[in-house]
C-alpha cells in the first residue's frame, strides 16, 4: 500500500475518533443552528472539557489536545472550502440527467488533496496528545475506540 495512502487512512480514523468525541458533547436537536465559528469553539471548550474529565486529563494533556481539536478544526474547515453550501457540490453531480462522472473526480481529487495535506498534522497532533497520556489513560483510549454506540464519549 502506497504511503500516502496509509497515512490518509491513519489520519481519517484518527480524525474519526476525535472528531466523535468533540461531536459527542453536541445534541441532536440542536444542528439547526449551523456550525458558526463561535459555535465551533463552544463546542470544542466543551469536548476538551468532557474528555478531559473522562480521562482526567493534566494541564499539559488538555494543551495537546486543544492543539489536535485546533488541527481538527483547521481540516475540516479546509476540506469544507469556501462554499457556503457544501451540499451543492454533490447536488450539481446529480442535477442532470447523468452523473457528471468528471466533475466527480475533480472533486474527489481535490478533497484528497486536502486530506493528504492536512493528515501528517493532524497526525502528529495525535499522536503528541496519545504518546503525553500514561499508561491507563491510553487504555481508557483504547477501550472508547473497541466501544460502538452513541459516539465515542457517549452522551451524559
Not at 6 to 20: E, F, P, Q
Not at 33 to 41: K, N, P, Q, V, Y
Not at 115 to 138: C, R, T
Amino acid at each position: 500500500m502506497k504511503t500516502w495512502i496509509k497515512r490518509s487512512l491513519v489520519g481519517l480514523t484518527a480524525a474519526t475518533v476525535v472528531l466523535g468525541g468533540l461531536t459527542a458533547c453536541g445534541s441532536r436537536g440542536d444542528h439547526a443552528r449551523g456550525w458558526s465559528d463561535e459555535r465551533i469553539t463552544e463546542v470544542r471548550g466543551k469536548a476538551i472539557d468532557k474528555i478531559g474529565s473522562k480521562l482526567d486529563l493534566n494541564a499539559e494533556q488538555k494543551q495537546k489536545l486543544g492543539v489536535l481539536a485546533d488541527e481538527m478544526i483547521a481540516s475540516r474547515k479546509a476540506f469544507r472550502g469556501d462554499t457556503t453550501d457544501p451540499r451543492a457540490e454533490l447536488k450539481a453531480l446529480v442535477a442532470g440527467d447523468k452523473f457528471d462522472r468528471t466533475k466527480a473526480q475533480a472533486l474527489l481529487d481535490q478533497k484528497m488533496q486536502v486530506m493528504q495535506g492536512n493528515a501528517p498534522k493532524m497526525l502528529s497532533a495525535f499522536g503528541d496528545f496519545y504518546d503525553s497520556l500514561n499508561p491507563e489513560q491510553q487504555k481508557q483510549v483504547r477501550e472508547r475506540m473497541e466501544k460502538r454506540g452513541h459516539g465515542w464519549w457517549g452522551r451524559g
